[in-house]
């Protein structure tokens, strides 16, 4: 069977430019405002909110530095220490000994997805709730073919999408190959090289296969994913690799079915739909077992959860940093808070949660979505259809000297060789 889920799920094939299908979103203006001002010319939007984040630690992929930083309409207008804003009308957070960092960007998640006869449980809406509570502020999902046929496929996610709470971007899952969908990449697509990249899932990062022993159907069966979890040492060796910068990036492949659903495998483990949860736990489970425990730095947790995803789909800087002119995606990381995770508190959906009882250092206090608090002292505020559609370019960093290195590789295969008739 090829599903989005076997095609992704621990090594992420990406077919660069494959969704280059603009559907709206022009960038706010990147002016900076004065601080009373707003009005016409002004960012533009958004809903007017001002924000200023005061003591905090602000880390973006190349640094961290010590600086306020002030958002209004939906864009970061200023990173610098000591801001003052003289308005009543501002929103102050005192951020000190906490971490201000990008909100994270989840490279590979399925929402409402139709699926081995039914659907995933977290739509665009539950979804989206689970992401920013859980410090995720943007998320990439496969658009699934209708019969094979790509637009008709785009069609259907973009209605999908239209309850979405947070932006989001797709992927076009190729399902099928005849020449209709072949011309139909055409058209999407110019032809152009491609590299592949490795794309860990933070499932695979820290469980193993222990759980799917268990014998309760219902704990076991919310483990079966594809590709499966491996044995205990294969999440370390992911984690070197994702730390050492051999797997760039980190996903979840977010495909949520509740234990009703895992239920249709229960006399047959193949009927079990595939899939665990993610989207919210991602950010604090890479924090607490790698940046925590010191294996990465806090450069590297931004980089590996939302900077390189968003050079990769070339949206970077606007996502992906906290720099003047970046959409205000943003969460406040208190290091010193504990967490604990399961099925009670979380905001998927599903009645189950592949880290239950998981505890771990390192809390997302607040999480700010284009400019908008959406997640503040554990109360979620969110607004069904607020999110947006953010294109992504085509022909991104990765395509930098790929004719270049395809003539070199084309020259060096010494080929073809004039040759006279057989001689006897
Ligand atoms: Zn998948």
């Not at 707003?38 to 909110?49: H, L, R, S, T, W």
């Not at 992929?61 to 610098?80: S, T």
């Not at 995720?136 to 239209?162: C, R």
């Not at 607040?366 to 607004?383: A, F, H, M, Q």
Request: glycine share 12%; with cysteine.
């Amino acid at each position: 069977m090829t599903t989005p889920c076997r095609l992704g799920g621990l090594l992420l094939l990406l077919l660069l430019g494959a969704v280059a299908v603009a559907i709206a979103a022009s960038h706010p203006a990147n002016e900076f405002c004065a601080a009373a001002g707003g009005g016409a010319g002004c960012g533009g939007g958004g809903d007017g909110a001002r924000i200023l984040i005061k003591g905090g630690t602000v880390v973006n992929a190349h640094r961290a530095e010590e600086a306020d930083v002030y958002i209004e309409d939906g864009v970061v207008i200023a990173v610098r220490p000591n801001i003052r804003v003289g308005d009543d009308n501002v929103k102050v957070i005192d951020a000190t000994g906490k971490f201000v960092m990008p909100g994270g960007i989840d490279p590979h998640t399925h929402l409402e997805m139709e699926f081995m006869g039914t659907v995933t449980i977290d739509d665009f809406f539950s979804g989206h709730a689970a992401a920013l509570a859980g410090g995720t502020t943007m998320h990439i999902d496969f658009v699934i073919p209708v019969n094979g046929n790509l637009t008709a496929g785009l069609e259907s996610y973009k209605q999908k999408a239209e309850k979405s709470a947070m932006d989001y971007g797709f992927h076009m899952a190729i399902t099928k190959w005849n020449d209709d969908v072949s011309r139909e990449m055409e058209s999407m697509v110019k032809d152009h090289g491609q590299k592949v990249i490795g794309e860990p899932v933070v499932s695979g990062l820290v469980l193993n296969d222990s759980w799917l022993w268990d014998p309760d159907f219902t704990i076991a069966s919310k483990y079966v994913m594809s590709p499966p979890i491996r044995q205990a040492g294969h999440n370390k060796a992911l984690q070197l690799a994702l730390s050492s910068g051999v797997l760039p990036l980190v996903g979840t492949d977010h495909c949520t079915f509740n234990s009703t659903q895992k239920a249709f495998g229960f006399d047959d483990f193949r009927k079990i739909p595939n899939g665990v949860n993610g989207i919210e736990e991602r950010m604090h489970i890479i924090w607490d077992s790698m940046a925590e425990t010191g294996q990465i730095s806090g450069t590297d947790y931004v980089r590996v959860t939302s900077t390189e995803c968003a050079k990769i789909f070339n949206i970077y800087p606007r996502k992906g940093a906290i720099l003047e002119g970046s959409d205000a995606d943003m969460i406040i990381l208190n290091p010193k808070r504990s967490f604990v995770m399961g099925a009670h508190t979380h905001h998927s959906r599903s009645n189950t949660n592949v880290y239950e009882g998981r505890k771990g250092k390192g809390m997302v206090e607040v999480t700010i979505s284009r400019g908008r608090v959406v997640w503040e002292d554990g109360i979620l505020n969110i607004v069904p259809g607020s999110g947006r559609y953010i294109r992504t370019p085509p022909f991104g960093y990765l395509f930098d000297g790929t004719e270049k290195s395809d003539a070199a590789y084309r020259a060096s295969l010494r080929a073809p060789v004039q040759r006279g008739k057989a001689s006897a």
